[in-house]
């Protein structure tokens, strides 16, 4: 079995944001709009979402974040699925299309799907678990 964990930066610190264990020896695909890689990691390293990735002399150690760090992660993953939303609009002229009369149903559902979405992650920060259990908005895209 191997383990495979993926490491996304803030830029402030890096950590877990998925934690994989497979019988391959290749590691997944990075998943669309994640800045972060893949990292190998022995089987019976103790890891979870979330915890921090540190890098010292002896390899890397994950720890649980603190409740700052949980604050920061649970923003940056926020602004990263906005952003991504934000880079999908300009492709499709929803918008535009119901301004002039001529979105269909679906057109029209989509946008209202799309601003639906945005707001859910506007509000992600209201959640009774914020910030360390969320319960992210799955994007209509």
Do not use: C
């Amino acid at each position: 079995m191997n383990r495979y964990v993926l490491l996304e930066s803030t830029g402030a610190f890096t950590y877990v944001a998925q934690v994989i264990d497979t019988e391959s020896y290749s590691a997944p695909a990075v998943p669309n709009g994640s800045n972060g890689f893949w990292l190998w990691v022995p089987e019976n390293t103790t890891v979870q979402l979330g915890w921090i990735a540190r890098n010292g002399a002896t390899g890397t150690t994950f720890t649980a974040p603190t409740a700052e760090e949980q604050i920061a992660i649970a923003v940056f993953r926020t602004r990263a699925l906005l952003l991504a939303a934000l880079d999908w609009t300009p492709r499709h002229a929803l918008q535009y299309k119901v301004d002039l009369g001529v979105a269909t149903s679906a057109d029209q559902a989509l946008l209202l799907a799309f601003k639906e979405y945005v707001i859910a992650l506007d509000e992600v920060k209201n959640q009774a678990g914020y910030p360390t259990q969320i319960i992210w908005p799955i994007a209509p895209f």
